[in-house]
């Protein structure tokens, strides 16, 4: 915490750079071209890097630099207006991110609640008495995970992943193992429109479910290429137990309460997008008839306020323009979206627009897989495994994550190719260019 504290006038420098700092060097926003919001947030994604074991200190620390900056130095600005809304020039009502958070406070404690239930229904536990004993049971057990996310939020699906792997190997959960659950549910999400945010976004904006779909090619080639290394990892590491005890008997209430939380996600999400809501209705329904421990939602805090503070400061972060959209630049976006949050990522690049929209879904969800604050499942999954938490660890022994993502990436090219038509309303169709100008920055007109 001390070396925190050393950090703030650092910041605080930052945030005060014609007053403080040499007044030739620097403009009213800029620091030799590059905005300050983004350097601030670049050296918070650093302190998190660094202190590991103190990532919610160094993210509120962010945010309050952040906005410490955005109010002095940007007019109009208000984190009022930003969560709720304002009236824009035209007379429109531009809507505020205020659900966005509403649900992540409630879906990180409401998931935790549910692993924690699906955990004390006994069916993890029993789960090794069908699986092999050699590494193909966790292979076996990423690829559920994969499945699970395609119609689950894609933190449920790592969280119940979490406590799976677990149970199969004795609480011995290699660090490279916990990655790959992150990156498994990742890749679930990633071609289906109720699978993860930013493909519900996607469908949102008028692209073809049917055509997002095509992400589940580079996804699952993903996949597999994980699963081989993790499970080979996590066979070394601690191999599955052999089997499960006999005398072990469901709680089917228990489980009952899980389906009824995971169907609530999915409904509420669907018909309102308040997935949060619905995962919280269905708690209280369960009191009623299976055991409900509330306490563990003390277990999720430091995720929670963590997740939210993270995804605030990237939307304080203006980024005027993503690159024109070509093969290299959707590969570079990939992996930017392992340190830059992935909803206003996605966001810009629909109103860019002239993706391959399968492919961006990938990149964009996939990509945050690489470093475990890059994703929301990342961040659950930390919550279970602490010690994977570490930045240098997680790249360490998950490097086959971004090795996974480049192989998937050019499959999807091999075989399906680069087509920014595909999945567009036909008033949002692109003029063709030239093949050979789309693998470079040559601007494709857009919406």
């Keep these: 915490m001390r070396k925190l504290l050393l950090a703030l006038p650092v910041l605080a420098a930052l945030s005060l750079p014609q007053t403080v700092l040499a007044e030739e060097l620097f403009t009213r926003v800029t620091f030799y071209g590059i905005r300050y919001e983004m350097i601030i947030f670049a050296l918070m994604l650093v302190g998190i890097a660094v202190f590991y074991n103190s990532t919610r200190q160094v993210a509120l620390l962010g945010l309050v630099a952040l906005c410490f900056f955005k109010y002095e130095f940007t007019d109009g600005f208000s984190v009022v207006t930003k969560l709720f809304g304002y009236a824009g020039e035209n ?5 505020g991110s205020w659900n966005t958070y509403f649900n992540l406070i409630l879906m990180l404690p409401g998931f935790a609640i549910l692993a924690d239930i699906f955990e004390h229904s006994r069916f993890p536990a029993l789960l090794p008495k069908y699986l092999p004993s050699d590494m193909r049971a966790g292979m076996l057990l990423l690829f559920f995970v994969f499945i699970l996310s395609s119609f689950l939020d894609n933190i449920a699906a790592a969280l119940i992943g979490c406590s799976l792997a677990a149970a199969v190997f004795g609480g011995k959960v290699h660090i490279g193992y916990a990655a790959a659950i992150c990156a498994a549910s990742n890749a679930g999400g990633a071609g289906s429109v109720v699978g993860d945010t930013t493909t519900t976004l996607i469908w949102i904006y008028g692209k073809d479910p049917l055509v997002i779909a095509q992400a589940f090619l580079p996804a699952a080639v993903a996949t597999v290429i994980v699963a081989f290394f993790a499970a080979r990892a996590q066979q070394r590491y601690a191999p599955a137990l052999p089997t499960a005890a006999d005398d072990i008997r469901v709680d089917k209430k228990a489980l009952a309460s ?8 999915i409904l509420f999400n669907y018909f309102l997008e308040m997935p949060g ?19 563990v939602v003390k277990t999720a805090y430091d995720s929670t306020v963590f997740l939210v503070a993270l995804v605030f400061c990237a939307e304080l972060v203006p980024i005027e323009s993503v690159p024109d959209a070509s093969i290299l630049s959707t590969l570079v976006i990939g992996f930017v979206s392992a340190v830059f949050n992935n909803i206003p990522l996605t966001q810009l690049c629909l109103i860019k627009g002239g993706y391959d929209w399968p492919l961006i879904s990938y990149a964009v969800g996939f990509g945050g897989s690489m470093i475990w604050f890059g994703s929301s499942a990342g961040v659950a999954v930390c919550g279970v495994f602490t010690k994977a938490r570490s930045f240098m660890n997680w790249l ?14 050019a499959v999807y090219l091999l075989v399906l190719g680069w087509d920014p038509v595909k999945g567009n309303p036909p008033d949002q169709i692109p003029e063709p260019v030239p093949f050979s100008q789309s693998i470079g920055n040559a601007p494709l007109s857009h919406n």
């Design 396 to 409: 360490r022994y998950g490097w086959y994550i971004p090795f996974a993502f480049v192989v998937g990436f």
């Design 277 to 295: 809501v619905g995962i919280w209705l269905a708690i209280l329904v369960s009191f009623f008839f299976t055991k409900v421990r509330i306490g």
């Design 91 to 95: 007379g429109e009502w531009v809507k």
């Design 258 to 265: 899980v389906f009824l939380i995971l169907i609530c996600a």
